[in-house]
């Protein structure tokens, strides 16, 4: 007798209980009409991951049982089902016991025949699961009957349960090892619901230490990872399955939804390939996923983006272009006596590659009259960032008159080495809903642009150009436009130096002294941390930003504003 599982791999919208579980039972219809006994689902499936503060309101918590007791009458009853959900803690009182669990609930024949809670909580980075989850306990097996003679021990673990292995982090994080144990309860199986957000190189990192504890536990592994983009983080999906040699049988498609039907009898299975050609191509991929995701989910159709012929609009133009579809993308060009001919030039060739629609509306005449009407004050004062400031805000004010007139959601261009060092303008070029590469070095904004101008790259297929990223957008010095001649070399060091002394600081948490001491001048270090940290309180009333890197401002990023580190 064969025996298959399936993964749903599906993008739920956070709190859309009855959707996200209407959702999942025409995927479990999909996977039982295949001959799958057992469909794995993702963390959390139910209400979608991260659910944050919706889990502080207990009808929610109501709301999530009655649903999935719903579910389950509703599921075929020859297949078990396990979905992402959370149960109450019975223990937990006003002294003591956080209300909830983390849990998978066993659904056939039915109703909920068990429920199995989650043990390793992450707190870190964009993790927050000690404020809601009581650590889990209890049995994490069940018996899968197959037959009347045939049956399976499935061992469940939910996410972080099987981060803990000393290979990969050179410690245990954790005490306990929830995959150990399992495995020496004698399993046939083991399970593992996730919610894992993507971030660039990490798929390396969960195939092999999947593939490790396979092995190390000589047991079969099925693990189902959420996709889809919840506001800040992207889940990439790339659910595997592993058999107890570690090799990969099947394997889920990156940023997309996916069905997958598994059978470690079959032999010679060769598993889709989910990695990408390059990290820009991975990147550019997750970015569209976090453009769509956001706009649809927040119920919008169309974006409004500032069009300056510089390469970071460009790039932004191009995601949503991907994301939304041209139609729906509009570019403003708003050029003041300091933009440059190809500014406009290099803006109305990108957006005719792209096939996007454009606007143009000078600022000369606003700029005009906020200098008149501020010329009694600053009298006598010379002209400085004030003005240069102004014309950003010009800008973010007409971006956001659109907006409101349309119904567009205007996306914020500003990429990660300025948002770091505050080289952007608050209540200006940082107006917007969505920043849609705030965690997108600029070094990296140049690598991506020149991947896309590839033959073979999707834009350049599907719009037909040699050359998407119009290639003067590229080469020309990047300047901010604000006053003459000016380029962003003048205020900030050369993007290399400068970004990787941003990846050292913010990515790999090293102190100034260790960054000097790998290489860079100390001026520039020093200059660079101060200007990272006087910029916290432009990044606290920023957009939020598409989380790629495995530290991103943001819900991982916690800085107080107010506060004294030297140098
Ligand atoms: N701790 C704090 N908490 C709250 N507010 C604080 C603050 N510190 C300063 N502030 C306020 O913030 C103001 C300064 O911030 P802000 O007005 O944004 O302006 P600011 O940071 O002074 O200047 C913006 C810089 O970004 C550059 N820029 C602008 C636009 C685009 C680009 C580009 O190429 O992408 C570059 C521009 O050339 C300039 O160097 C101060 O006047 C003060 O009121
Ligand atoms: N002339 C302009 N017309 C339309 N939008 C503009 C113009 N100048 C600036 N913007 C908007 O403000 C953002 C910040 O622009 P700026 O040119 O100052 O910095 P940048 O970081 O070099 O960005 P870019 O590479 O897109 O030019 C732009 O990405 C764009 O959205
Ligand atoms: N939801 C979780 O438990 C995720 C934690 C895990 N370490 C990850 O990033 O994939």
């Known amino acids: 007798m064969t025996l298959k599982f399936g993964i749903a791999q599906l993008n739920p919208i956070i709190g859309d209980l009855v959707g996200n579980c209407d959702r999942l039972l025409s995927a479990v219809q999909k996977l039982a009409a295949q001959g799958v006994q057992l469909v794995l689902t993702p963390e959390l499936s139910v209400c979608g991951y991260p659910p944050r503060d919706l889990l502080m309101s207990r009808q929610f918590v109501r709301d999530m049982d009655l649903a999935i007791a719903d579910l389950a009458q ?211 991929a997750a970015l569209v996923l976090g453009v769509r995701d956001y706009v649809q989910k927040c119920r919008f159709r169309k974006v409004v983006i500032g069009l300056s012929g510089g390469i970071d609009s460009a790039l932004v133009a191009a995601i949503a272009t991907e994301a939304i579809g041209k139609e729906n993308v509009l570019g403003v060009l708003m050029p003041s006596l300091y933009s440059s001919e190809h500014s406009i030039s290099d803006a109305i060739a990108l957006a005719q590659n792209l096939g996007i629609t454009t606007e143009t509306i000078p600022i000369q005449p606003m700029m005009s009259a906020f200098d008149h009407s501020l010329a009694h004050l600053f009298a006598g004062r010379a002209s400085d960032v004030t003005e240069e400031n102004l014309q950003s805000r010009i800008r973010g004010s007409l971006l956001m008159a659109i907006s409101n007139k349309f119904g567009h959601l205007l996306i914020s261009t500003g990429n990660k080495s300025e948002v770091s060092v505050g080289y952007c303008t608050l209540y200006g070029d940082m107006n917007g809903g969505l920043a849609a590469i705030a965690d997108v070095p600029k070094t990296r904004v140049f690598s991506i642009c020149e991947w896309l101008n590839r033959s073979d790259s999707p834009l350049a297929i599907k719009h037909g150009v040699a050359e998407v990223i119009p290639v003067n957008i590229i080469t020309k010095p990047p300047s901010a436009e604000l006053k003459p001649d000016q380029v962003d070399q003048d205020s900030l060091p050369p993007y290399d130096i400068l970004d990787d002394i941003l990846h050292k600081l913010i990515n790999q948490h090293l102190s100034a002294a260790e960054i000097i001491a790998s290489g860079h001048e100390q001026a520039t270090v020093d200059r660079v941390v101060r200007l990272v940290k006087i910029a916290e309180f432009k990044r606290r009333q920023a957009a939020p930003g598409l989380k790629i890197t495995d530290r991103a401002f943001g819900s991982g990023w916690r800085m107080p504003i107010a506060s004294k580190v030297t140098p």
């Open 74 to 284: 509703k599921l075929p009853h020859n297949v078990a089902v396990l979905v992402g959900t959370v149960s109450i803690n019975p223990q937990a009182s006003q002294m003591g016991g956080k209300p909830l669990f983390n849990s998978a609930a066993l659904l056939q024949d039915g109703k909920v025949q068990q429920i199995f809670h989650k043990r390793l909580l992450p707190t870190y980075d964009v993790f927050d699961e000690d404020r809601y989850f009581e650590v889990g306990e209890g049995s994490q097996v069940f018996t899968l009957k197959l037959s009347d003679q045939a049956s399976l021990r499935v061992g469940v673990t939910i996410c972080e349960d099987i981060w803990n292995d000393e290979k990969f982090w050179g410690k245990r994080n954790y005490a306990d090892d929830p995959v150990a144990e399992l495995a020496q309860k004698e399993v046939d199986l083991l399970v593992n619901l996730s919610a894992s957000p993507y971030a660039v190189g990490k798929q390396k990192l969960r195939e092999a230490m999947l593939s490790h504890s396979a092995i190390v536990h000589n047991l079969p592994l099925l693990y189902a990872n959420q996709v889809g983009a919840n506001d800040d983080l992207i889940f990439d999906g790339r659910s595997m399955a592993f058999n107890r040699d570690g090799e990969i049988v099947a394997r889920g498609k990156g940023f997309d939804e996916d069905l997958l039907v598994i059978d470690f009898e079959q032999v010679g299975q060769s598993p889709n390939l989910s990695s990408y050609e390059s990290d820009d191509a991975e990147i550019f």
